[in-house]
């Protein structure tokens, strides 16, 4: 289906969970989130039903897996094997247990994972998720991700002023070293966030690079010595006029736009036992109403997974 603007909506991102093993700065405060209670957290089945709705009533081409952290939800392989069988299904993680998951994601249907990574000093990384990470676990997961064909893997930074702006050149020869790309990410200044925005200029600035293509969100550029990276720069525009997503959040929330606005609650619909012929016209309806573009700002990144 397309929007009022002509963008085909064919791509959603399913929030599986409030819960997350790391308290990144950019993310949630350090002591935490107030957790959703559990019965407002949708059901495996009810995330599958919901997905499977949506689906019928957009013809999804892609699902993409986020939190919090995804792998910490439990029965998320099972939700893989079931929702893989409807369009392709991709994963958005901090890898910390990739390693222990990544074989049986790939039975399922699994067809390729994002990880983050925002720093390649230990110390930056401790003090950007706040919690006992390394690099070397880093690592692992991009190395347990490529030896079980979860492929491209495709690695995030949230470039973060006084904290990382100052590694990008060595973050884009790393990642390119270790057989992937590197995508630096503009901080959205969302609700809960603790950094100072770093601009896609800026960015430039630090790494020097020529532009070659747009690869979905991100623009895609090539350095002196033939290495490429992306910058995905919601803040900076340039992705709305060509965004082709919705979200499901973990409570059953459907969200036409990032920065939040008019939303359907899917969820409740589900549970007040709405008949799919009513959830399929209010999903269209939502679609239609699909603003062309959002202001970052006023939701918590953790809530909404990214």
Same mark, same amino acid.
């Given at each position: 289906?397309? *929007? ?5 909506? *064919? ?10 093993? $790391? ?38 081409? &892609? ?36 390693? &222990?998951?990544?074989?049986? $994601? ?40 490529? !030896?079980?064909? $979860?492929?491209?893997? &495709? ?14 050149? *060595? =973050? ?13 990410i503009e901080h959205m200044p969302m609700t809960d966030s603790q950094c100072d925005h770093v601009p896609r200029d800026r960015i430039l600035e630090e790494v020097p690079a020529e532009f070659i293509a747009t690869e979905g969100t991100a623009d895609m550029y090539m350095t002196p010595s033939g290495i490429k990276f992306g910058i ?5 525009? %340039?992705? /709305?006029?060509? /965004? ?6 973990? !409570?059953?929330? $459907? ?28 999903? @269209?309806? =939502?679609?239609?109403?699909?603003? @062309? @573009? %959002? ?12």
């Open positions: 289906m397309r *929007d009022s603007y002509g963008r085909q909506i *064919d791509y959603l991102r399913v929030s599986v969970t409030d819960r997350c093993n $790391l308290r990144c700065i950019y993310c949630m405060p350090e002591s935490g989130i107030p957790h959703i209670e559990h019965s407002s957290i949708l059901r495996l089945e009810e995330i599958q039903q919901l997905v499977g709705l949506i689906h019928e009533a957009l013809n999804l081409r &892609k699902i993409r897996l986020t939190g919090g952290e995804p792998l910490v939800r439990k029965g998320i392989v099972s939700l893989v094997k079931t929702l893989s069988q409807l369009a392709e299904t991709a994963m958005t993680t901090n890898g910390i247990l990739l390693p &222990k998951f990544a074989s049986e $994601l790939q039975e399922a249907g699994l067809s390729r994972v994002n990880i983050s990574i925002d720093s390649l000093k230990n110390d930056v990384i401790r003090r950007v998720t706040r919690r006992d990470v390394t690099l070397g676990m880093v690592e692992s997961a991009i190395q347990a991700a490529k !030896e079980n064909d $979860l492929n491209p893997v &495709k690695l995030n930074c949230v470039v973060l002023k006084g904290v990382n702006s100052g590694e990008l050149a *060595d =973050l884009i020869t790393w990642a390119h070293n270790m057989g992937t790309v590197m995508r630096f995905i720069a919601p803040v900076a525009g %340039g992705m /709305c006029a060509n /965004c082709t997503r919705l979200r499901l959040t973990a !409570e059953g929330e $459907l969200l036409p736009c990032l920065a939040g606005g008019e939303s359907l609650n899917l969820g409740k619909m589900l549970r007040s036992g709405n008949s799919s012929t009513e959830m399929i016209s209010a999903v @269209h309806a =939502l679609v239609a109403k699909k603003p @062309h @573009h %959002g202001a970052c700002g006023g939701v918590s990144m953790w809530r909404i997974g990214g």
